[in-house]
């Protein structure tokens, strides 16, 4: 192992530059102005691959739908096939001036590389580039044969993805399937992700008015729609902040210690927030639904009225525990509303979009050669078995597509890493351990 791990080390340098190239790039997918910079980043992604030997393209859904990259490079005859998918879109930056530097320069500040997709999830395409550069640098070839699925979608839901499954499945099909999307216990300490919550996201609209009228004329007998909406919303939460929508799935969770001082510096609470909800850390966070409220439309404060305002909206949000579904979770949010509705007020809902829950079977020869070469490469520090409360909703997706293969979740990020926030950031000295682990799984793997 000793002249993988040098080898790696001789080739951060240059993946690190390759990495900042990726980051330059405003791979914003939300954002329609910026669908140019998403094509270049599939353009430099498939050149950096192609230049490592892959016979790698840029393929879509559809005309018209986002840049997905395919490629493939050879193994030994009869060595199996191993599957590398990340993501090259990235979040909106938000506020430029909530961070500390530019989003979209990379900058290196006390160990860790700053830059919106420096780890969600450049870094993760470039952890497959490392360890496919450290194992041909050591040994000449790669000891299994590789696809490549680097998507550009990821962040606005995935949506063509079961088209691009479908339409490439014979370029995709693998024994093993390597997501490099997901994260570490803690700096240090390697992981496995075994189960990810699901999603949906609801559009809920209260009307109580036909027009805008003047609140001293009518308050007091005529309910406005934010008063409604407000009252109506509240009812989504128990006294404790427990998820009040009956009929969700709740389960337990691996015997994990979260410590207290590590919640607090991990969740950015401020100083005097309580904790909400029952249960340990850990089932809070990774299989429990957890009702949040993402977003409201209503007049601003600066400039408003002394009007009742006759309609307004919020984005409700439910992550959803492994072993619940989509579906379930939308019919139980929307019985929940139209029972807790107040004062007759007008109630619509859409869904914005539902995605599964993910339970992985985290045994078998894939696993075990995952375990090997993480202990390998962490100095003897075996991978935790972890839950996420986030969702990655392609991961049912792949599963479904490819029922015979192991998925491994694994990935970059870090306690502090920030993916979607502000000041995101991937830690140097833990990324370089994150390329060795994937290098010596691929030669486990073999």
């Known amino acids: 192992m000793s002249d993988l791990k040098a080898t790696v080390r001789d080739l951060m340098p240059a993946l690190l530059e390759d990495l900042e190239g990726l980051v330059r790039i405003q791979s914003v997918s939300a954002d329609p102005a910026r669908h140019g910079e998403v094509e270049r980043s599939a353009e430099r992604t498939r050149d950096l691959f192609a230049a490592e030997g892959f016979a790698a393209e840029i393929v879509r859904a559809h005309d018209g739908a ?48 700053y830059g919106r997709g420096a ?27 590789l696809r490549l699925f680097i998507e550009g979608e990821e962040e606005v839901a995935s949506a063509t993805l079961p088209e691009l499954l479908e339409k490439h499945q014979d370029r995709l099909k693998a ?41 001293g004329m009518w308050g007091g007998l005529v309910p406005d729609a934010l008063m409604a909406l407000t009252r109506l919303l509240n009812t989504l939460w128990t006294e ?21 001082d590590r919640l607090r510096a991990e969740s950015g609470a401020a100083p005097g927030t309580q904790w909400i909800g029952t249960g340990s850390a850990v089932e809070r966070l990774w299989t429990k639904p957890a009702v949040t409220v993402t977003g409201i439309d209503a007049p601003k404060v600066e400039g408003a009225s002394n009007t009742l305002t006759p309609v307004a909206r919020a984005k409700v949000t439910i992550r959803l525990a492994p072993g619940d579904s989509g579906e ?41 050669a995952a375990r090997a070469a993480f202990t390998e490469a962490w100095d003897g520090v075996a991978p935790i078995d972890m839950g996420v409360g986030g ?12 029922p015979a293969a192991s998925v491994l979740v694994t990935g970059v990020e870090d306690p502090d890493t920030r993916a979607h926030g502000p000041n995101e950031g991937l830690h140097l000295a833990e990324f ?10 691929l030669r486990n793997l073999a």
């Open 119 to 145: 780890a969600d999830d450049k870094a993760g395409i470039a952890m497959h580039l490392g360890a496919v550069r450290a194992l041909k640098a050591a040994t000449g070839s790669v000891p299994v044969t």
């Open 432 to 441: 370089e351990r994150v390329v060795l682990g994937e290098t010596l799984l």
């Open 240 to 260: 404790d902040g427990s998820c009040a929508v009956e009929g969700l799935v709740s389960g337990p969770a691996a015997d994990v210690d979260y410590p207290e």
């Open 175 to 215: 024994d093993v399937i390597i997501i490099g999307d997901s994260g570490n216990w803690d700096i240090g300490v390697p992981a496995l992700t075994t189960s990810l919550r699901g999603l949906i996201r609801v559009d809920v609209e209260v009307r109580t008015l036909t027009h805008a009228v003047h609140s």
């Open 391 to 402: 969702s990655i909703p392609f991961i049912a997706e792949f599963k479904d597509a490819f």
């Open 328 to 368: 379930n979770a939308v019919r139980r949010l929307q019985e929940h509303l139209e029972k807790h509705v107040p004062w007759g007020a007008q109630l619509s809902t859409s869904v914005v979009d539902t995605g599964e829950p993910t339970v992985l079977e985290a045994t078998g020869p894939a696993y075990d």
């Open 66 to 113: 986002p840049p997905a990259v395919v490629g493939e490079l050879t193994g030994p005859e009869g060595a199996p096939t191993v599957l590398l998918y990340a993501h090259h879109d990235v979040q909106p930056e938000n506020d430029p001036a909530d961070w500390d530097s530019a989003p979209f320069e990379p900058t290196v500040r006390n160990g860790r590389l």
